[in-house]
């Protein structure tokens, strides 16, 4: 049985599990409902870190450090690594085992690059599925990687415990070119390739954004977010990344604000799937899609408004 041996730890059950929850096909679907039924009770016991950044921050470079060194300190990791996604087959772009060339064939860890699709934040709308999978098969530290195309990152927060942020060694005025928004999701915030001809730029860096943390409003009571210089190619900071980490987690246990976040972001995924399933059920009806042609046309034409069209499609899928 698949469930099984994705709980021993098989990591092609794994592979083979992930790929059936992305899968479209309604007879996938109701087989991925009943997996994810029968794992649930073994998920929940990881840490989950999200990381963002803009292209060129050194995100593949810093999972791999990082994972690595989790590696060798005892964790199973995981990296659900979000790829853009090609235009002509619908696969993955980049392709991240070839950015992480040690991790990604390292024993305790498991590598999973997905195309993003069309889904907002660089998440698959399944990432949350593949993400139980992973805790499922013991791996104990998940690492979610986003595109970081400038999209909402709302989404990979609203799935992890805990935001990372990537920055690079920059001037003051750098600041202005961060969004606020991000800004207030990074619960730690690392200023990257921080060695070499950098390491002064990345020293202002880092003292600049310290400062502008203290006009921002923590998402967690029990949580202020850090800024940490770190280098991937030198592993200068890496392990002051993981006490962090344990620092965060510790703070939010104390008082159950990390349960109560997860249950939150359980029933926000609820409704986001409920929503999902509607859309495709009323794109799906005979009835509307005869009508379909015709409102599209008038809307095109500018001669019916988007809303009312929308209404009528509403109300053809319910009579």
């Not at 049985?1 to 929850?21: F, N, P, S, Y």
């Not at 679907?29 to 050194?58: D, H």
């Not at 992480?100 to 690059?113: D, H, I, K």
């Not at 009323?282 to 209404?311: F, H, I, S, Y």
């Amino acid at each position: 049985m698949l469930a099984e041996q994705i709980k021993a730890g098989d990591r092609r059950a794994l592979a083979k599990g992930i790929t059936l929850v992305e899968s479209t096909r309604a007879d996938h679907r109701q087989q991925a409902t009943a997996l994810l039924e029968a794992l649930m009770p073994a998920t929940g016991k990881s840490i989950r870190l999200g990381i963002s950044g803009v292209p060129g921050v050194g995100k593949s470079t810093f999972i791999e450090a990082f994972g690595n060194h989790l590696i060798k300190l005892g964790h199973k990791v995981a990296v659900l690594a979000v790829d853009p996604t090609s235009a002509v087959t619908g696969g993955s772009i980049l392709g991240d085992k070839t950015r992480m060339e040690t991790l990604a064939f390292a024993e305790n860890a498991f590598v999973r690059p997905s195309p993003a699709g069309k889904t907002l934040g660089g998440v698959t709308r399944r990432t949350r599925e593949s993400l139980l999978l992973c805790e499922a098969a013991g791996f104990d530290v998940i690492l979610v990687e986003t595109v970081g195309v400038g999209q909402s990152e709302t989404a990979v927060a609203d799935m992890t415990d805990m935001f990372l942020l990537l920055l690079l060694p920059a001037g003051g005025d750098e600041l202005q070119g961060i969004k606020r928004g991000i800004m207030e999701l990074a619960d730690l915030i690392l200023v990257n390739k921080s060695d070499g001809d950098q390491a002064n730029a990345a020293k202002q860096t880092k003292g600049d954004y310290a400062a502008a943390l203290h006009f921002m409003k923590s998402r967690f009571a029990n949580w202020q977010p850090q800024v940490l210089a770190c280098s991937s190619t030198t592993n200068t900071g890496i392990e002051e990344v993981w006490e962090q980490v344990n620092a965060f987690r510790n703070a939010l246990n104390a008082d159950g604000e990390l349960q109560q976040q997860r249950a939150h972001q359980a029933r926000s995924w609820m409704w986001a799937e409920t929503a999902e399933a509607l859309v495709s059920d009323l794109k799906n009806d005979a009835k509307v899609k005869a009508l379909v042609p015709e409102l599209e046309q008038a809307v095109l034409d500018g001669l019916l408004p988007a809303t009312v069209a929308a209404q009528r499609l509403i109300d053809t899928f319910k009579s």
